[in-house]
């Protein structure tokens, strides 16, 4: 079946470094890919997406790219800042199921 | 739109009670889905329904675990008889395209 892989963490960054989070996919067809951010205590936000090959998603300075070749869809920021910690989820929409990778725990320090 | 509303948000319960878990999706959302996020397992999906039925309930773990949606605006799940393995937070989330809106989370604990 359709599943998700992301890289583990956590990952402890300093403010202003350059942040890649690896994700990989296996599904049929063709799905539409997400990044979701979760807080402490809260429930997940779609922080971006990319519905087709190719296609690049964007938010709050994050992007990602949907590569059909490589299956991946890795999530990059070029200067982190303390505010984006949070825990990061990968994810695949495909014939109306939504699946998530493990999460990615992101620390940045001062 | 007040958003996906679960309750309780907190839940302690001894094994072998039963516990039922509610969730009010956003109206006008066709897609329902439950989740539970574990340390060790991340977010596993558990069941999603379409139109208040249930497609595909492949990721309940096991028979003591139920769900229904009686109608467009509310969905429980149900665990019965629970056990300290059940321990999670349980989310359910209401979907329509592109995007999925989270509720804040059910923390069972199961001792």
């Known amino acids: 079946g359709d599943s998700v892989t992301q890289m583990e963490g956590p990952v402890t960054l300093s403010e202003e470094a350059f942040l890649t989070i690896n994700c990989t996919y296996t599904a049929t067809g063709y799905p539409s890919l997400f990044w979701y951010v979760q807080y402490p205590g809260e429930g997940l936000q779609l922080l971006l997406k990319?519905?087709?090959?190719?296609d690049k998603g964007s938010n709050k300075g994050f992007e990602a790219t949907y590569r059909k070749e490589t299956t991946s869809f890795h999530l990059e920021k070029g200067s982190v800042q303390v505010s984006d910690s949070a825990v990061y989820f990968c994810a695949l929409y495909n014939g109306g199921k939504l699946i998530f990778g493990q999460g990615t725990e992101l620390s940045v320090k001062p | 739109d007040a958003g996906v509303i679960q309750s309780p948000r907190h839940e302690v319960t001894e094994m072998g009670q039963e516990v039922t878990l509610r969730c009010k999706p956003i109206?006008?959302?066709?897609?329902l889905f439950w989740y539970r996020q574990t340390m060790m397992r991340g977010l596993e999906l558990l069941i999603y329904?379409?139109?208040?039925?249930?497609?595909?309930d492949s990721g309940m773990p096991e028979d003591r675990f139920s769900a229904k949606m009686p109608n467009a605006s509310f969905s429980t799940l149900k665990i019965q008889p629970s056990e300290p393995r059940d321990s999670a937070v349980y989310f359910c989330a209401s979907f329509s395209w592109p995007e999925a809106f989270f509720g804040q989370g059910t923390r069972l604990t199961v001792v």
């Open positions: 329904f379409n139109n208040n039925v249930p497609i595909d």
């Open positions: 990319a519905t087709k090959a190719d």
């Open positions: 109206s006008g959302h066709d897609y």
